[in-house]
């Protein structure tokens, strides 16, 4: 299978004034949560299809833009080929709480991309089964004794 499109995410210079267009605009559902110390995430529930989340560009001076996240294995190996392939990188590697981890490269074209890795989910444990026993054969049931006429 390929690598699909997973989310989509606004960096913006006033998630207020983006959420409060989107909200209007679309029906979706934003939810915002904390990130840390001053720092804000909005999730953008979609329904069907890629939803997203609309956050605080993380540097001043970088353009307000969507970005899309591609789902790969490994962030640490695709990234390491994209730049073989020319890409400039951006984040390289940074764990999100338990969810995975991301990475951010522009392509030598110009354009940006992002790179999700989910994290690995924990083994199930299976409660050990006790070894079958064969079922016991039924006892057969004895017919009464025929009376004995007299």
Known sequence: MGNPFV?????????????????????????TMPMGPGMTYTTIGVGKGTGGGMQQKP????????????????????????????????????????MGALGIFIDPTGAALGLWEMAAKPAKRTAKRS???????AAAKKKPAKKKKK
């Not at 070894?131 to 054969?137: I, L, Q, R, T, V």
């Open 7 to 31: 989310h989509v995410e606004l960096n913006t210079g006033d998630v207020g004034a983006a959420t409060g267009f989107y909200k209007q605009l679309f029906d979706w559902k934003l939810a």
């Open 59 to 98: 540097m001043p001076d970088a353009p307000t833009q969507w970005l899309p996240y591609v789902q790969v294995d490994s962030v640490k190996k695709t990234i390491a080929k994209a730049q073989s392939l020319g890409a400039q990188i951006i984040v390289d590697y940074m764990p999100v709480a338990s």
């Open 131 to 137: 070894a079958k026993k064969p079922a016991k054969k």
